[in-house]
């Protein structure tokens, strides 16, 4: 029985409910999934103690996806992240990570007071980072010997993926483990129009949010290891930053997207492919525009083409216009806008039909728009200098605030972070250099959203 | 328009998701509510920079509560309880906390490095945390006068209330911070039916479950804050424990819940404490079990009349065989069980049918069972004595996996939480006593569910 039926079945019975929520299952005639909104009750098991069908479905994931142990999330990748990195390291260890991992890696970081050092992949003319190389890696634990982790991102936000086998190989052969934050790659894996599972390749812990790409509800996400990993360490961590009261409305919406594929998932994936090959051809007239393909040849190992990357660098437009042309013109929502780029994120639920019609779309708009070569020149992505570790920088009680043209050669209290790519442009215990003031403006101007966590404006930071 | 219509409209539009959930807001028919299931898209706000409909959402939390900030919380009270205390403590600082506390404060002390410091609140004969006194805590806050943050428990588990007055009275007196996790009382203070909120009395945070007694979807609730509170280190530390994907399901729910308060809160506050005399005075003739109530009689400050405590401490069955009595014979499914009471949970969604059902049970099953005196004498729940911080011990690298009965005397580097209270029998970094292995038998032998989290059985713990 599935869990939804289970749920099912337990709403249709008479069972009085004396426990929370207090909502007590009772429908109100809308929409709201009440009925069968509960938390772990007699029979329906412990996220933090499995033993029935949450075992079982997690069981069946790690099945499907060819891991050691999988542990399914409600509180999105984050807490996976989270729970990963507090779990394979104690306090003061040193790290390698990709500087283009998500905030909650950093946010992950300052919490077990890590010793941060960073991997800068390449960065693209679109402003798009590149594959993190294998050589990159090699070189970094040659470096930093006491690192015990590795964290990647791949596939990235704009789908970029990097040579998971020969990372994991390298840094196995250094005694590390490798987690990748595969958030944006849930769908691949599972076909071979798609590339291969991180975990697949070698990777320790793989974590995907199964709600980004494939089919379960937000906020759901599953969290995949291999057989280096001892799953009881990774329990422990997700008691600490996961709910005690989990919503079982997100595990049967997990539980059906795993039945999905698993039933499924062959003819979908198939379909998706298909529609997406559709897209791209039909799309390769583009004359300003341009839909992009990150490829050996172009700086990248491999690519999720599922992830749609459109392009307007050389055009007289923002890609923050282009999102708003979209949504204005087209009735199109795009995932997120960046100076030179929009993503669109696709997945097996969308029809040949919405591929037509977002290509249609574009098609129509291309004409709209002035190729005027490259005028975006983008300053390159500065490299941090650290002074301090996040913590102790982050935690630091002597602090000024100040505006960033009197921030100059001060180290960083704060995280600044714009939106996309969602990537610090500083950590706290990071000098703030010129170029990255420099940066800043670019950012700026280009329309970015630059967000300093805690703080309703990014005009000024905290400076030690 | 509330949440909920922002996202039907939604629905009914024609725009084209080309953004995550993957699920494409596809109906498939059936019960999931796929169809409103977005997280941060344009025009819905961002739950960590809330500017619009979270903002809106959040001020009229606060504005019913009588609080100066709100925070919408999706990952649980324990996401609010791990942000508070990372946003209130640097590392190493020095709390106070009830011993009785939900073991997500054990885990924010254990994540921020804290020398913690533990009040006792004294126990009833049935095994009830009662209130934490005000004496305990000028004790405290005089033994540890660099303590920063005081954290209590309240309402509890069983619906006892602490006098947040005067304990508040005096942390402030000493500079410090009252933190009351208040899980079990989101309904309280709404209506003259039942006692007065934590932040309506003092305290300067308050994190609430919605979904326990209020009408909220599982996983949802909400920090409260008072003016004393820097509103920006909130957000950081929520931007830290909560996902980057939130669920505006969850969102609509507590919209929805708040609204319910706002529009409605007093004809049902009514309603429900009329149901509750009724439960409470047909239940009053009871023979063997009994309805517990927490007074200035018995060592409690106040309690919430909503959580019926269900005592069969001087019957010859315990509470776990009367949880399962009640649904096996009765169809009814209680909260919890611990070794001499039952906890159920009530809400204004309980109809006087369902409280004349349960009251009807109880009187059934009361004829039933056999009035023995008191044999559950029960060991006093043992006081700890700390060697190390939890961080350390929890990071211990010397360590070894040994049964309890050959544990005495030495250190542990692991959590023992029973369930239920869910208190830790055990902490990382306390001596393991004769006393407190007694209390693991008596745990063990009444039927509680022990749990070192990580391992599959409670048998052995590491030690250092």
New interface residues.
Partial sequence: MSL?EKL?KLRE????????????R?DDG??????????E??GFDDL??RTGILKELSDKAAKLRGASSAFPL??????GI?ASVYALT??GDTVIIARNC???VY?AC??R?LNVKYIYPPMSDDGVFLSVTPESIVTALEEYPAAKLVIITSPTYEGVISDIKSISNSVHSHGAKLLVDAAHG??IGYSECFPQSAVSLGADISIE???????????SAMLYANSGIDA?????AL????????????F??ID?CLDIIEKDGARLFEEYSENLDAFYKSTAGLKHLEILNFTNENGAFDSDKGK?VISCKNTDITGFALAEK??EN???????AAPSYVI???????TAE?FS??AGALIDFDKSVNNIGNPNSRPVYPQAKCVYFI?AAA?S?ETESLPFSRARGRISAEYLWAYPP?IPIIAPGEIITAKIIDYIKFCRKSGCNL?I???ETADEISVK
């Fill in positions: 939804l099912e019975s008479d069972t009085l409910p004396m426990h929370m929520p207090g909502h007590k009772r809308g929409v709201l999934p009440y009925s069968l909104d509960i938390t009750i007699d933090h103690h409600v509180n999105g990748s984050t807490c989270l104690k306090r998500h905030k909650s946010h300052e919490i007071n849930a769908h949010s199964l709600h980004k790409t494939l089919t379960s509800l937000t906020q009881e360490k990774i329990e422990y008691d600490i930053f996961e709910t005690s009261s989990p919503s079982y409305i997100l049967a919406s059906k749609l979209l949504r087209y009735h199109i929502e795009a995932e997120a669109c994120i696709t997945s097996v639920c969308d919405n019609r977002l913590t935690d009680k969602g967000i966590p805690g703080r």
